[in-house]
């Protein structure tokens, strides 16, 4: 209801107007993002995204998703918490979340570059559509609906978990 999968689609569109760089984009993208979530949750949140973004281009969405799943591992390998066996990882060795960070980002950076130049020589014979950014309509949020959302109609702002108690207010409205 809040839109959010059209605005990143439309954003994304408008940002990267040819296949090849919605494909490089989105690996940047998705590869940053699951080090910084557990990548499932990546994959499963962008899938749509990409889906919608290559429609719009009128290109097959299926060379995006493929590059999605390869980003998403890549990019997983970069921190603990981009999978769970990066955890354990971390755990066994006993690895601070800094030193992991250190050890890996260059390995999965190098990795990413790798991965984006082997995607776009794959998936090279694809049509070579082109949006020009002024024909993609600019989704917007509808920011009371995002509110109610994030807040709830009767949940204070996130100050009031900081403030409230100081205060003697409850923290969840009743």
Known sequence: RANVFEVIASRMARR???????????MVVVAVLSAL?????????????LVRAARGMGVSPFPFLAAEAFAANLGSAATPIGNPQNAAIALARDLSFVDFVVALVPLAAVCLAIGIGVCLVAFRKQPRAHVHPADVPL???PRPLLATVAFGP??????GFLLGPAFGLPVVAG
Do not use: I, M, W
Not at 16 to 26: E, H, Q, Y
Not at 154 to 159: A, E, F, K, L, V
């Open 16 to 26: 990267f107007t040819t296949p090849p760089r919605l494909l490089v984009g989105s």
């Open 37 to 49: 979530v557990l990548n499932d949750a990546v994959v499963l949140l962008f899938t749509p995204v």
């Open 154 to 159: 009767r949940r204070p702002p996130p100050g």
């Open 139 to 141: 989704a917007r949020l």
